[in-house]
């Protein structure tokens, strides 16, 4: 048992999954989904259609007494894909600032449609990641269920995207990435709307942190990151039908398009590892002082919500 070790005395034990230290460095996975552009549609059970995968992080207990608010930090896909009818929706959340985790590449192949009044903030997480990506090569390795089952069956994909998450730590990149971030919300950048490109993993790794910094419980946290699973995977329905057709197993393919338990405990367990507490990971690991921490957290946590 570990905890994430709360300055108050109030940190949480969590089950640590079995560390997988099997890295693959040839190729980041966590942006491979954008490489689908066109399969990824929304559907009726999302509030914004052309925006799959938002939802706010909020609304858990937190360890600190009371709440996670809701209303400050939102996660999504990218931006790219907003219709002109989904973009006035979306402006109805009043955005201010927009992160963008994905990478310069990304963000210019694919700008966001920002909402009105919101700052786009460009924070590129894997800049510092001297492997290639093998998004590029998606469209024509999914089109050959050899060339599938050769990147990615065995585990191959599902280790992929472990390493990705450890680097979502111990890159320089990523922790420049996600202290701006931390800092944005800490001054008031919020409502804040944060997003990479599938808003699975780059995503998946700042929501899941903030509400540990928070005082979310594990159940919490973990459903929180699950929940894409839910929202993303049916969107990919026509290209598993296509794929197989093409004598492909589109179960090779799902680690790499959903997430998994083990992907986020590789990040937490290597933040532990590092700084030995989540708390510990944003001052030192993201370079926090005492007054933007505790600005975070009164940001984050509403020691007094409302009554109905």
């Not at 109030?10 to 040839?26: F, K, L, P, S, Y």
């Not at 809701?70 to 955005?95: H, K, P, Q």
């Not at 990435?177 to 995503?203: F, I, M, N, Q």
Request: glycine share 10%.
């Amino acid at each position: 048992m570990r905890s994430t070790g709360w300055s108050h005395g109030a940190g949480e034990g969590r089950n640590r999954a079995a560390r997988d230290h099997t890295a693959v460095r040839d190729g980041s996975l966590s942006d491979m989904a954008d490489a689908l552009d066109e399969t990824v549609s929304g559907g009726e059970s999302f509030a914004i259609p052309s925006l799959v995968n938002l939802r706010d992080i909020g609304g858990c207990p937190s360890s600190f007494g009371g709440v996670v608010r809701t209303g400050v930090v939102f996660r999504s896909t990218d931006l790219s894909r907003l219709t002109d009818t989904d973009l006035e929706t979306l402006d109805a959340l009043n955005i201010t600032a927009v992160f963008d985790l994905r990478t310069l590449e990304e963000q210019q192949r694919r700008p966001d449609r920002v909402p009105d009044g919101a700052r786009h903030i460009g924070l590129d997480v894997l800049a510092d990641r001297q492997s290639g990506s093998i998004a590029a090569s998606l469209p024509e390795i999914i089109a050959d269920p050899a060339l599938a089952a050769e990147a990615f069956d065995d585990g191959r994909a599902a280790r992929y995207l472990r390493e990705s998450y450890r680097d979502f730590v111990a890159l320089p990149s990523a922790a420049a990435s996600y202290r701006a971030l931390a800092e944005g919300l800490a001054r008031g950048e919020v409502p804040a709307l944060v997003h990479c490109s599938a808003g699975k993993d780059r995503t998946g790794w700042a929501a899941a942190s903030l509400l540990l910094f928070a005082g979310a419980g594990e159940d919490d946290v973990f459903a929180d990151y699950l929940r894409t699973n839910d929202m993303l995977l049916p969107q990919f329905d026509a290209l598993f039908a296509r794929f197989a057709e093409l004598g492909g197993d589109p179960e090779i393919l799902k680690p790499m398009l959903g997430v998994r338990r083990d992907y986020l405990d590789v990040a937490i367990d290597e933040a532990l590892t590092r700084y030995g507490t989540i708390e510990q990971y944003f001052a030192e690991g993201l370079g926090l002082d005492d007054d933007s921490l505790q600005a975070l957290r009164t940001r984050l946590v509403d020691t007094e919500p409302s009554r109905v």
